[in-house]
């Protein structure tokens, strides 16, 4: 958006509450965190294409595997068990300091996440789906 006049057409148009309107925050970079059974399974940095602005493995960003800090990992899961999501991807930004929370997807991609971190995320979610039947219940 650029100015205040956008917003207000978009709450006009699609009404109140039902318009997400966040700060843009730069970032060259993000975290995608696989969150299965309120576990982190493993974190990827993803690395957007020069000038652009998202960071997907589908639009060509690169990825690698990468030792997140402890905060990283405590925002995906407590995001995750928020929408009660036994499978997410968790997108955080990290900007001057302090993490954001960008996205969760419950359709995450993990192909990027799989060639960056060598894990098998289908066999990971078959076993936790094993392991706690009720899982398919929600």
Known sequence: MRNREEIKALIKRFGFGKVLIQ?????????????????????????????????????????????????????????AAVFNADFAGVDILEFEGAHYILEVNFFAGFEGFEKATGLNVPRTVFNFLLRSPNALAR
């Open 23 to 79: 700060k843009y925050l730069p970032a060259s970079w993000d975290y995608r965190v696989i969150v299965v059974g309120g576990r982190v399974l493993g974190v990827m940095k993803r690395t957007g294409r020069k000038g652009g602005f998202k960071n997907n493995f589908s639009a060509g960003a690169s990825v690698s595997s990468v030792e997140a800090p402890k905060e990283v990992h405590i925002l995906a899961s407590k995001a």
